[in-house]
């Protein structure tokens, strides 16, 4: 029997003063970015500047404020990083705004962003404990593939641009998959802490790789066929990309075992030769992304158009970049939404863009060390998971418009249009904050010594 | 838990790290093939960002730049005088330029060395940099009254006016020409749909036929054999009688070579202001046979004839009287015929010598560069080019030219009360074809204030047309423009 230590422990800083003035710190470089584009195109600083600036400032005002008063110990990194992102995409459709593009609006994504905000609150507000999601683990797999299937149930669905991913409500159109995402990595948590042992511990050895049961395969070959059956349906390639590879991360963050991540890209390329023989479009996207230069290509409807028109920005951009709406952005097709990301490129340039994707690292990392720190595994797979589908997104669709990878359509997080999107991401980022601040709370303190029993303060 | 975590951070690291690798072989490596990727818009675009700088002649503007306000083609180029002017102006293409456009491109889209300091100020007020202004040397009035006479009655040719004292042209007209609004549209595919058509055009109206392109000068280059002749000998003058036979026998040839039409030359014997009055044949083929091709190359040198390709800034076609033959091609030579081939600016060049006192001065098209402020950049600065002939010959051979005018064959080019001195021409092309018909000429003959050549070409105005019928007046109406009468 010991005594406790009689020096007061160390609480963790909460840096909440930080966290302000580095929210304050992006919502200045947006507001920067924003005369910048004023100048260029009319030479005077535009009366959005404010409106946006501050509209934008607003909202993060109030986000830190929830955040300071339900997540005091949370990161203070994560939000004015998002913020930053967030900020540069509002601050890029205004600029494909100003160049007459057709269906950038500036404006409405304002408002999404504000409804993302609040969503964020709410989540913070509402979701005091986390852990509470893990016995809805079943819940959130059937909201999951509900929302995953409705683009597909008849006069609720709706096909844009060949891919039938939306579903109207009322006048609005949202993208479910967005939503679904986050349904899916929460019962994937959920799933796979209430199974990882016997996923990891049960099967047998063949060779160097401990193979699984058959039966334990089977959420994994549901899973592959269902990523299948998306891309099938919706002709969606992006969004089956995305959930098969989240799926298939947690599963091994989960049970540790390599031979999961083998069966899995086993399943995937078989998956996408089987796709690429069934589907022209398929195909196409591969024989686009191997040779986008391709002068038959380029003209064809579908072809390689779009995609080197954003490496052709790129290209212009070059070291610095044009400068804010000095380049052609509007050339590229979709510039506002699955292309920003070349746009960005061609008028803040190689500088930019390695900024960006550098915030964007340090996101994902501020998450996966929130996974780390995490108590319980359920935390930390979901914590683990969130921050992977959200680096494993950026690499999807950022991968896809610089020709890294073939190229499949998604948002990028942040800055595309799009309301759902937007949406969806702020949960993400309500989640992991909410997370981050259950690590990060010291555990309870003893108020004084009082030997064996103790008074915790709670 | 934490180490899949940490290798799953890892597996993020990679894919961020990929993504910047990729990122930076884009926009480093293959930036510069991406960019001039003739696929990439952008490139063309940065041609409409500058409003370029106005072309002008006076008061007239020529060329300017047009704010549309569009976000993809903010400037377009204009030419208000549409196709007078094109020979000068030329044409501002999406890919290309022409004429003036291209020579003083760099002035007028502003990236010139020498507006350096312009673009600096400009940065530091936070100005928008425009290109500089390029006044032309053209009198809009001769410029206009030469198009309209050579462009009456669907006749081909050209026209060169010179300022004999400083070699500033005043006018410069090819005909049939375009009109360059269309071929400057910020639309490739039609502004290369129109250029075909015009480069397809049996008429050639994209050729400046006043610089571009040579013609034999005929009886104008005799002009250069008499200034040839005085020069040898101080004795020789107007009045000095040389021998005019009706046929010349070309040696070592069963050829012989007439007067125009087989006529007789006077008596026989005729004086040197006679035989050019008459544009007799006979006696300046013996008098180039007598003073041998070297002496005729040598005079035609000093008028710039077969020297550096001159630069107005626009390029200039090569003019010569031909290479060393035997007595009887000089003997065509002479009187302009043979391989003697010569631009219109070129005659315009001798003609404005003699009337210059025998000073050929270098002939030049901008009279001055001034920023989008108004501060001098540039300004002519005359330049001689040669002496093609003393003070004293160049007095006779006005004398001469002025009798022309007053008793030969150039009469339709009087003007009344001021003395005009001039010379006409009419080149054979080919057996059986209309020549061309050719004038050079000054006025007033004791202070030139103009000096001019013009052509109109073979076919484009009858097969009858000779240098004084057809060519002369048309001379008549562009002198009278310039004099103010």
Redesign the interface.
């Known amino acids: 029997m010991s005594t406790p230590s009689v020096e007061p422990v160390l609480l963790p800083a909460k840096r909440r003063v930080a966290q302000l003035a580095m929210l304050a710190f992006a919502v200045v470089i947006i507001m920067g970015a924003y005369a910048n584009v004023g100048l260029a195109i009319d030479k005077q600083i535009p009366s959005g500047m404010l409106t946006y600036g501050l509209g934008l400032g607003g909202f993060m005002l109030a986000a830190y404020l929830v955040l300071a008063k339900f997540a005091p110990w949370a990161d203070p990194l994560i939000l004015p990083l998002v913020t930053l992102v967030n900020g540069l995409g509002l601050v890029m459709i205004y600029r494909l705004e100003a160049a007459k593009m057709g269906g950038a609006s500036a404006t409405n994504q304002l408002v999404w962003t504000g409804v993302g905000v609040v969503l964020f609150s709410v989540t913070l507000i509402v979701l005091r404990d986390h852990r509470a999601l893990q016995r809805l683990t079943y819940t959130a797999g059937a909201v999951g593939l509900l929302l995953l299937v409705s683009p597909l149930i008849p006069f609720l669905g709706k096909e844009i641009n060949g891919a039938r991913i939306w579903i109207g409500v009322g006048g609005a159109t949202l993208q479910p998959a967005e939503f679904a995402k986050l349904a899916l990595v929460v019962f994937f948590a959920g799933y796979l802490v209430a199974k990882r042992d016997v996923l990891a511990l049960a099967g047998r050895r063949l060779l160097f790789i401990d193979l699984p049961r058959a039966r334990d395969l089977g959420p994994v070959l549901i899973t592959w066929g269902f990523s299948l059956g998306v891309l099938v349906l919706q002709k969606d390639l992006g969004s089956s990309l995305l959930i098969f590879g989240t799926f298939i991360a947690m599963l091994y963050i989960a049970t540790q075992r390599t031979s999961w991540v083998l069966i899995g890209i086993l399943l995937f390329v078989g998956g996408a030769i089987l796709a690429g023989m069934l589907f022209s479009h398929v195909q196409d996207r591969f024989t686009v992304y191997l040779n986008p230069e391709d002068p038959a290509l380029y003209d064809k409807v579908g072809g390689s158009f779009q995609l080197l028109q954003g490496l052709f920005g790129m290209g212009q951009g070059g070291v610095i970049g044009t400068g804010l709406g000095q380049g052609h952005p509007e050339q590229i097709p979709l510039a506002f939404s699955d292309f920003i990301f070349p746009a960005t490129g061609e008028e803040l340039g190689l500088t930019g863009l390695m900024a960006l994707l550098m915030i964007y690292a340090l996101i994902v990392e501020r998450g996966l060390r929130t996974s780390i720190a995490a108590r319980d595994p359920f935390s930390k797979l979901l914590a683990g998971g969130l921050s992977f589908i959200l680096a494993w997104q950026v690499f999807i669709i950022v991968g896809g418009v610089t020709n890294l990878i073939p190229l499949t359509g998604l948002v990028t997080p942040f800055m595309s249009q799009g309301g759902s999107a937007l949406l969806a991401n702020w949960i993400l980022i309500a989640l992991l904050v909410r997370m981050s601040d259950a690590a990060r709370k010291p555990p309870p303190q003893a108020i004084q010594d009082e030997g064996m029993t103790q008074v915790f303060q709670r | ?9 890892l ?3 990679l ?2 790290g ?3 690798l ?3 072989y ?3 490596v ?6 001039e ?1 003739s ?4 490139n063309f ?1 940065a041609r409409y960002e500058i409003e370029r700088g106005r072309i002008t002649a006076g008061n007239k503007v020529l060329a300017e730049s047009v704010d549309t306000g569009s ?2 083609y903010r400037f377009q180029r204009r030419y208000p005088e549409g196709k007078v002017y094109a020979p000068v102006t030329g044409f501002f293409a999406p890919e290309s330029a022409r004429d003036m456009e291209a020579s003083k491109n760099s002035l007028l889209d502003g990236s010139d060395a020498d507006l350096l300091i312009r673009r600096g100020i400009d940065l530091l007020t936070a100005k ?1 940099s425009k290109g500089a202004n390029v006044d032309l040397t053209i009198n809009p009035k001769a410029q206009e009254a030469a198009y309209k006479a050579l462009g009456a009655s669907g006749k081909k040719g050209a026209l060169v006016a010179i300022e004999p004292k400083t070699g500033a042209i005043l006018a410069m007209v090819s005909i049939p020409t375009y009109d360059p609004n269309p071929l400057s549209k910020p639309d490739k595919a039609t502004v290369n749909t129109a250029y075909d058509k015009l480069a397809k055009d049996d008429n050639q109206p994209l050729l400046d036929r006043a610089i571009e392109r040579t013609y034999p000068p005929g009886s104008t280059f005799k002009v250069v054999t008499l200034a040839a002749y005085l020069e040898s000998d101080d004795t020789v003058g107007p009045q000095t009688e040389v021998d005019a036979p009706q046929r010349l026998d070309l040696p070592n040839t069963t050829a012989d070579l007439p007067n125009s039409g087989g006529a007789a030359c006077g008596s026989g014997r005729v004086t040197l202001t006679f035989a050019l009055e008459r544009s007799c044949n006979t006696p300046f083929a013996k008098i180039a046979m007598s003073l041998g091709y070297d002496a005729l190359k040598e005079q035609a040198e000093k008028f710039g004839i077969g020297g550096e390709p001159l630069e107005i800034p626009l390029a200039v076609a090569g003019s010569g009287i031909g290479p060393e033959e035997d007595q009887a091609a000089l003997a065509q030579t002479s009187i302009g015929q043979r391989s003697n081939q010569m631009t219109p600016l070129q005659m315009a060049m001798v003609a404005a010598g003699i009337a210059n006192n025998g000073v050929v001065m270098k002939p030049y098209l901008v009279n001055r560069v001034a920023d989008a402020e108004g501060s001098e950049i540039d300004s002519a600065d005359p330049e001689e080019l040669s002496t093609a002939v003393s003070e004293e010959t160049a007095g006779k051979l006005r004398e001469m030219m002025v009798s022309v005018v007053n008793n030969g064959t150039a009469s339709a080019a009087k003007i009344d009360g001021v003395s005009v001195a001039g010379k006409t021409g009419t080149a054979e092309t080919s057996q059986g074809k209309a020549p061309h018909a050719w004038f050079i000429s000054f006025a007033p003959a004791e202070d030139p204030k103009v000096a001019l050549a013009l052509i109109v070409e073979s076919g484009s105005a009858g097969d009858d047309a000779s240098g004084g019928h057809t060519a002369a007046p048309i001379a008549k109406s562009v002198m009278e423009a310039v004099l103010g009468r």
Do not use: E, I, S
């Open positions: 838990m934490n180490g899949p975590l940490k290798r799953a951070a597996v993020c690291l894919m961020f990929l993504l910047m990729n990122v930076n884009l926009q480093v293959r930036a510069q093939g991406l960019r990727d696929r990439n818009t952008r675009y976000n993809k928008t």
